[in-house]
């Protein structure tokens, strides 16, 4: 069965509107989830690192005014795209990891900013 | 800085037909090479993880195979839903944390 939760699965809405992602560990605590950025044919792009309780970090490029993350418990933790635009429209992809687990991967949300 | 390179991009294969996907990677203090395979609109599914040089790991139709300096996905006879992109991941040194590195991935597509 799944082991991550990630919802919506797809997203269309218009330019300027904040969208919420959420994603929740469903097999085991994740004291490490990971939000990733894919564009079509290409591989995975680490966007940030978020521990539980603490304030998540953010690789070289990723304004974190613009995709603020919030990890509040051991299971879940949420996406904000604000005021999204065109260019934000993306495949986002969140994972968890937990002890000696590999990352586990949800299926991901399809942005679409008209 | 951690680097993965796969090979081929892509690869199609005749059902049956066995063949092998390549990673190769440079990293300060290599501490696990993953694989995943990832369907189209999906998150990647994880298969393997390989720790040190000479491991090798299988599941069904797949070995996967790691040296210090590439890792090999075999395939053995595969079946038209082995289709998918492979992608090949590394996580290094301690200042790494728990963050991967992705390869570019290889799309296989086996026919029928």
């Known amino acids: 069965g799944a082991v991550v939760s990630q919802h919506p699965s797809r997203v269309i809405c218009k330019s300027g509107t904040s969208v919420k992602i959420e994603c929740r560990s469903l097999d085991f605590q994740a004291t490490t989830m990971f939000w990733y950025r894919q564009f079509p044919k290409q591989s995975l792009m680490l966007m940030a690192t978020s521990n539980e309780g603490s304030k998540a970090t953010y690789e070289q490029g990723v304004e974190k005014d613009k995709f603020l993350i919030n990890h509040a418990s051991l299971t879940l933790s949420t996406l904000t795209v604000t005021s999204a635009h065109p260019e934000d429209s993306s495949f986002y992809i969140c994972?968890?990891?937990?002890?000696?687990?590999?990352?586990?991967f949800g299926d991901g949300t399809r942005l679409s900013i008209l | 800085e951690d680097q993965v390179t796969q090979s081929p991009e892509a690869l199609r294969l005749q059902e049956g037909e066995s063949s092998s996907l390549n990673c190769s990677y440079t990293?300060?203090?290599?501490?696990?090479l993953f694989w995943y395979r990832q369907d189209p609109g999906k998150g990647p599914e994880f298969l393997f993880t390989?720790?040190?040089a000479g491991e090798e790991k299988e599941k069904e139709r797949l070995k996967a195979t790691l040296t210090k300096k590439e890792s090999f996905l075999h395939i053995t006879a595969p079946k038209p839903e082995d289709s998918a992109t492979y992608l090949c991941?590394?996580?290094?040194?301690?200042?790494?944390?728990?963050?991967?590195?992705f390869g570019e991935g290889t799309q296989l597509t086996v026919n029928p």
């Open positions: 991941a590394v996580q290094g040194g301690e200042t790494s944390g728990s963050r991967l590195t």
């Open positions: 994972s968890v990891k937990g002890g000696n687990q590999p990352q586990h």
């Open positions: 990293v300060s203090g290599l501490r696990g």
């Open positions: 390989l720790y040190s």
